[in-house]
């Protein structure tokens, strides 16, 4: 690999960006260069980020465009969470990155539910979601449980869909990461 990730934007002149992103995602090492390069890249292999930026008014990227819904999928299942289980094992509790696909896609990891159970309710409202956006552009359906999902407001809270096993909208519980992030672009115009 040739270059570092710890460029000369980030450096310590300009508010130590690698050790500020490292340490928000748990990082607790001792802050060297190198552990910090080791860290960030390990973690951004293992959870994947996406965001997207959309110009304000002056230009300047903001951190979440009026027009975009969040969901925050947290349901934690015992046994249907199989990305979960494939890469950490049963004994892991939590949600991995692309559970919630078992939850709209059927696959050859995947087994036909009961009726009754909260993986098969999780189902439908995820696939009532989705279809509820294609027909109508807008994701609020019966099945939401009478919570309205709204678009991101950059004004104001950021609030998510929260899918567990009951269906709430809640203020994003990662937005102080977000800021961080955000906080590279405002580096940037320095």
Not at 178 to 189: G, H, K, P, T
Request: aromatic residues 10%; hydrophobic residues 35%; proline residues 6%.
């Amino acid at each position: 690999m040739s270059g570092t990730v710890l460029c000369p934007w980030a450096l310590s002149p300009l508010k130590n960006l690698p050790q500020r992103l490292a340490q928000v995602n748990g990082y607790t090492g001792n802050g060297d260069d190198e552990s910090v390069l080791e860290y960030l890249q390990n973690y951004l292999l293992k959870n994947c980020i996406l965001a997207s930026y959309t110009p304000n008014n002056k230009g300047t990227p903001t951190l979440c465009p009026r027009s975009h819904l969040s969901i925050s999928f947290r349901f934690d299942s015992p046994h249907f969470n199989h990305q979960r289980i494939g890469y950490c094992g049963k004994d892991v509790r939590g949600v991995s990155h692309v559970d919630d696909h078992s939850y709209l896609f059927y696959g050859d990891f995947a087994w036909k539910l009961e009726k009754d159970t909260p993986e098969f309710r999780t189902i439908q409202r995820k696939i009532d979601i989705w279809t509820s956006f294609a027909e109508n552009s807008d994701p609020n359906c019966e099945n939401l449980g009478g919570n309205q999902w709204a678009p991101l407001q950059v004004d104001g809270k950021l609030h998510c869909l929260n899918v567990s096993h009951d269906l709430a909208v809640i203020e994003l519980p990662e937005v102080h990461k977000l800021q961080i992030w955000d906080s590279l672009y405002e580096v940037a115009e320095e």
